[in-house]
């Protein structure tokens, strides 16, 4: 295993202190650990997601008037939500 040292403020190291006794964690290493594996994990779901969205359904040019049209329906919609409330 390798080591890295980390400095933090007095309000963060105070934090992680807290967040590692909360979480039942062993020591502060591991709660770092955890937090790295937790980002590795969500940076993996994001892949998989872009991937996904990139393989669904039928390719459109996403160009200059599609931005222009999804802002007018927005707009639209959100006029339509303001006006019944």
Do not use: C
């Not at 994001?46 to 390719?59: F, Q, W």
Request: proline share 1%; charged share 40%.
């Amino acid at each position: 295993m390798t080591t890295v040292n980390v400095s933090l403020p007095k309000a963060l190291h105070g934090f992680v202190e807290k967040r590692t006794k909360a979480g039942g964690y062993e020591d502060a290493s591991e709660y770092f650990r955890a937090l790295v594996r937790e980002d590795q994990r969500r940076l993996r779901d994001l892949e998989r997601k872009i991937l996904e969205g990139l393989n669904s359904g039928e390719r459109i040019e996403v160009n200059k008037e599609y931005w222009e049209k999804k802002k007018t329906a927005l707009k639209a919609k959100f006029a339509k939500k303001k006006s019944r409330s």
